[in-house]
């Protein structure tokens, strides 16, 4: 089970936090950020592996996200700066137990979304 939490309004060039809880074998997991505005379809923003050591961003928030986790306390962080107003959307944390991956449908497991809204 995961839970997303952090989202919250923020204006433009702030910074935010996002926490991904879960429960059961966190470190047997790779663990992804999606996200989705309205009426847009869900793109990927971040994963990281399993312990952590390899990570990889979508071009649009390179330089500005970074993704970590912390096993031992069960949860993964997505850390926002300078956030844009293109930035707004509900954003997901997604596990796989298999692959590490920028496609949705490689991740069976899912969180709920905690919604980002960034003001100009």
């Known amino acids: 089970q995961l839970q997303a939490s952090g989202g919250g309004l923020v204006e433009a060039g702030g910074s935010l936090r996002l926490s991904c809880s879960a429960s059961?074998?966190?470190?047997?997991?790779?663990m992804g950020w999606f996200r989705q505005a309205p009426r847009k379809e869900r793109e990927f923003v971040a994963a990281?592996?399993?312990?952590?050591?390899?990570?990889f961003y979508a071009d649009s928030v390179k330089g500005r996200f970074t993704c970590s986790r912390y096993n031992a306390m069960n949860t993964m962080y997505l850390q926002l700066n300078n956030l844009k107003p293109e930035d707004t959307a509900a954003y997901y944390c997604?596990?796989?137990?298999?692959?590490?991956?920028?496609?949705?449908?490689?991740?069976?497991?899912w969180g709920q979304g905690t919604q980002v809204t960034v003001s100009s």
């Open positions: 990281i592996s399993r312990g952590g050591e390899v990570t």
């Open positions: 997604a596990a796989s137990s298999t692959m590490i991956s920028r496609v949705g449908r490689q991740y069976p497991y």
């Open positions: 059961g074998t966190f470190s047997n997991y790779h």
